[in-house]
């Protein structure tokens, strides 16, 4: 079965913010094909189902830090935004299957949780080989320590301690 929506498009419209992975609700209206207004009135009917950890609202702090980052100087009212958007984190994403009906919505949220799953393999495994990488740089300094002491030793045999050398001849008293 073909993907409806490319995992690649997904996976550049989830962001970091607040330490959550999150998709902002115009990307997800987007996806789901729909207008951003009636999104977000299809989760206002259904408020009780996002605490604050499945949705958030950015601040305009939040919204100038994320706007600077993608070097956009355009102000919130050219941007057409008269409030800062919300953002659904991936628990969120995954009860819009209960607000969001259609076919359509159905197999962009599996599409959706598929690219959530994939970013955190590539989290998970990232943190494998930074672990992996330390426990050899580790062991590493442990060698070169040893290493150093091997040659240490080395260098003190090498040493030829010079006796006082024998005259030659007959000795007068």
């Given at each position: 079965?073909k993907?409806?929506?490319?995992?690649?498009?997904?996976?550049?419209?989830?962001f970091m913010?607040?330490?959550?992975?999150?998709?902002?609700?115009?990307?997800?209206?987007?996806?789901?094909?729909?207008?951003?207004?009636?999104?977000?009135?299809?989760?206002?009917?259904?408020?009780?189902?996002?605490?604050k950890?499945?949705?958030?609202?950015?601040?305009?702090t939040?919204?100038?830090?994320?706007r600077?980052?993608?070097?956009?100087?355009?102000?919130?009212?050219?941007?057409?935004?008269?409030?800062?958007p919300?953002?659904?984190?991936e628990?969120?994403?995954?009860?819009?299957s209960?607000?969001?009906n259609?076919?359509?919505?159905?197999?962009?949220?599996?599409?959706?949780?598929?690219?959530?799953?994939?970013l955190?393999?590539?989290?998970?495994?990232?943190?494998?080989?930074a672990f992996?990488?330390r426990?050899?740089?580790?062991?590493?300094?442990k060698?070169?320590?040893?290493?150093?002491?091997?040659?240490?030793?080395?260098?003190?045999?090498?040493?030829?301690?010079?006796?006082?050398?024998?005259?030659?001849?007959?000795k007068?008293d």
């Amino acid at each position: 079965m073909k993907a409806i929506i490319p995992q690649e498009i997904i996976e550049q419209k989830i962001f970091m913010i607040r330490g959550h992975k999150v998709i902002f609700d115009r990307d997800l209206a987007m996806l789901y094909g729909v207008p951003t207004k009636v999104f977000n009135q299809a989760v206002k009917r259904n408020k009780q189902r996002f605490p604050k950890d499945f949705m958030f609202q950015l601040s305009k702090t939040e919204l100038e830090n994320w706007r600077s980052q993608f070097v956009t100087s355009n102000s919130s009212a050219k941007m057409g935004l008269r409030r800062p958007p919300y953002v659904f984190t991936e628990q969120g994403v995954a009860m819009l299957s209960s607000v969001l009906n259609s076919e359509r919505a159905i197999q962009v949220n599996i599409a959706i949780m598929r690219a959530f799953v994939k970013l955190k393999e590539m989290l998970s495994t990232h943190k494998e080989l930074a672990f992996k990488l330390r426990e050899l740089e580790r062991k590493i300094e442990k060698h070169d320590e040893e290493i150093t002491d091997i040659f240490n030793a080395i260098r003190q045999m090498m040493i030829v301690e010079e006796k006082p050398k024998k005259q030659i001849g007959f000795k007068v008293d």
